[in-house]
Nanobody, 119 residues
């Protein structure tokens, strides 16, 4: 049974930090590119950051470059998103996604974790 379980969301003040985790099970983690997406109320779900199978390559949406860092621990089947200097516009539900490196049609989503940036 495939599972992606996000954790680490919550309420934080502007300028604060959060670290999201996504624990994967039920599939060959190292065979998948891992990504974080977010969806704000009334908006589409957009990609935030992506990391390659071995963690050697990362990609970020421009709005989070220099503030967010994606990483993965293949021994723990877990991907992380370190979020620093948070802004109110970062408020969204954050989702973890696993995409098969060879067949993009094989992908899995987590259930999401809420991040709220507010004073």
């Amino acid at each position: 049974q495939v599972q992606l379980v996000e954790s680490g969301g919550g309420l934080v003040q502007p300028g604060g930090s959060l670290r999201l985790s996504c624990a994967a099970s039920g599939f060959a983690f190292t065979g998948y590119v891992m990504s974080w997406y977010r969806q704000a109320p009334g908006k589409e779900r957009d990609m935030v950051a992506t990391i390659s199978n071995n963690g050697g390559n990362t990609n970020y949406v421009d709005s989070v470059k220099g503030r967010f860092a994606i990483s993965r621990d293949n021994a723990k089947n877990t991907v992380y998103l370190q979020m620093n200097s948070l802004k109110p516009e970062d408020t969204a539900v954050y989702y973890c996604k696993a995409t098969n490196s060879f067949k993009a049609a094989f992908s899995y989503w987590g259930q999401g974790t809420q991040v709220t940036v507010s004073s």
